[in-house]
């Protein structure tokens, strides 16, 4: 296949998204075929190039016969370069569409083969084993323009509220959260681990720099298939000096409805694309509702014993015993009773990390907190206040199991200036499932990391 290098007029150019400003001017555009109608003298060319997709009108009286057969030629994906006018045409499709192309002259850049995937449904599986492919097309471009505001609103915010960037390492010589899901590597041939949360790190960074931020990919060997584990994600984790779990949920409320309503006002079209329910995310304002585990577990137990319903499935609500972790289809009905994201606060100590701050009257709950989303989207955000005195982190890293010597730096953060600190981490993907209104957290990642998934 040719990639040519024959130029037509060129006129200056410019992206679909920018159409709008250059209304009644001559301008080029180059992209991709998506799609193309139209007979006789007309084509109608759906144009893509990154940035949104636009009609090309190409009609015989205005191009030259080469041109105007060089249109005819163009299959799905094919590449090509067109200078026309710009026309506003309210009717006009496309994304964000209005805008069409009145085509003066145009030239092919490649002509592509026959494209596995055509404007038809395809199975999941097909998809994914094509992803490279499937990126291309306009849900998964509205997905991936959507995590990218997702990913600029959290750095803004936090950014324009005080804390400071510090990112932390990838390869660890220790778990910070659970030792089940490590993915061990050879470190020169000492056991090393990729960073399941860069948490610790952030609570030495805390005492440097008072509130810090990283934001990376983290990793864990989930062993389970589930819609909302990746083995690779993107977590952002504020940390916070001087901060206790009350303060904490506030800071939580507003970093996550500015997200919410960036999205809204930047990603528009995108959001369309995806037919997201608006009204859904309108409303993402502080405060959001707290409850106590042991209201939630209440609150569940009366649904299993009515024998409600999980909310958009067939299955009815399982019954929980107190000091169990949650399962999806606990978070889901527990999120639905709530038309905003709900704060469970007080987890029982036996299901969460080893460093999370006990409540002093009642060491079987510890001042911890989970963000559970409305809509079945669960859990995005979990956090706490961590220990603070030297004395019970010690004798909780024993009650885990874990190697004292491993510790002995953090167990140093705790003699040297300790005070109360709290932070959390907001999983990027199961964020832009929710923002988007997807069934599965594969889509949210350029290229998704999932049990038993590699390629491409
Ligand atoms: O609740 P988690 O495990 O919390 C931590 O890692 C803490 N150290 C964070 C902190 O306090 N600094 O994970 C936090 C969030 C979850 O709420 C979820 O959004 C996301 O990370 N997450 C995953 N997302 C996709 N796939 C997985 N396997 C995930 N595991 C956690
Ligand atoms: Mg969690």
């Not at 990913?151 to 959260?177: K, Q, Y």
């Not at 956090?383 to 982190?393: A, F, H, I, Y």
Request: net charge negative; with cysteine.
């Amino acid at each position: 296949m040719v990639v040519s290098q024959r130029s037509n007029n060129v006129a200056t150019v410019v992206t679909i998204e920018n159409l709008k400003d250059y209304v009644d001017q001559e301008v080029t555009l180059q992209g991709w075929l998506y799609n193309k109608t139209g007979k006789g003298k007309l084509q109608f060319l759906q144009v893509r190039d990154g940035t949104g997709i636009c009609q090309v009108v190409v009609f015989r009286g205005n191009v030259s016969e080469e041109d105007f057969d060089a249109g005819k030629q163009l299959t799905q994906e094919s590449c090509l370069r067109v200078t026309g006018r710009v026309k506003a045409e309210e009717r006009a499709p496309g994304i964000p569409g209005g805008f069409e192309l009145d085509a003066t002259s145009l030239a092919i850049v490649q002509i592509a083969e026959a494209y596995p995937i055509s404007p038809k449904d395809h199975g999941v599986e097909f998809l994914m084993e094509n992803r490279h492919l499937w990126l291309r097309s306009s849900r998964q471009w509205a997905v991936m323009r959507v995590r990218a505001t997702v990913v600029s609103a959290i750095r803004d915010w936090l950014d324009e509220h005080g804390f400071l960037n510090v990112d932390t390492p990838i390869i660890t010589p220790s778990a910070a959260e659970g030792t089940s899901t490590l993915f061990e590597i050879d470190y020169h041939g000492e056991p090393a681990y990729l960073a399941q949360t860069g948490q610790l790190y952030n609570e030495a960074n805390i005492f440097a720099f008072g509130k810090v931020y990283c934001f990376g990919p983290t990793f864990r060997a989930e062993k389970s298939k589930t819609r909302r584990h990746l083995q690779e994600f993107w977590m952002v984790e504020p940390e916070i000096a001087f901060c206790n779990l009350e303060q904490l949920m506030e800071v939580e409320e507003q970093f996550v409805s500015y997200i919410i309503q960036r999205c809204l006002t930047d990603r528009a079209a995108e959001l369309q694309v995806l037919e997201r329910d608006l009204s859904q995310l309108q409303n993402i304002a502080p405060p959001f509702p707290r409850i106590h585990y042991d209201v939630a577990v209440d609150m569940i137990n009366k649904a299993a014993a009515a024998g409600e319903l999980v909310p958009g499935y067939d299955d009815p609500v399982p019954a929980i015993e107190w000091g169990d972790d949650f399962g999806s289809p606990h978070e889901t009905y527990v999120a639905a009773q709530f038309n905003k994201p709900v704060f469970v606060h007080h987890y029982p100590t036996q299901v969460k990390a080893f460093y999370m701050e006990p409540d002093p009257d009642r060491p079987e709950v510890c001042r911890s907190v989970d963000l559970l989303a409305p809509e079945g989207y669960g859990e995005i955000i979990g956090g706490s206040e961590r220990m603070s005195d030297p004395q019970k982190l010690l004798e909780s890293i024993h009650r885990h199991e874990l190697p004292e010597e491993a510790y002995d730096w953090y167990m140093d953060l705790r003699k040297y200036g300790s005070v109360v600190h709290s932070g959390f981490g907001l999983g990027v993907e199961r964020t832009v499932a929710w923002v988007c209104g997807l069934g599965h957290v594969r889509e949210t990642i350029a290229f998704p990391r999932m049990l038993g998934i590699m390629r491409p």
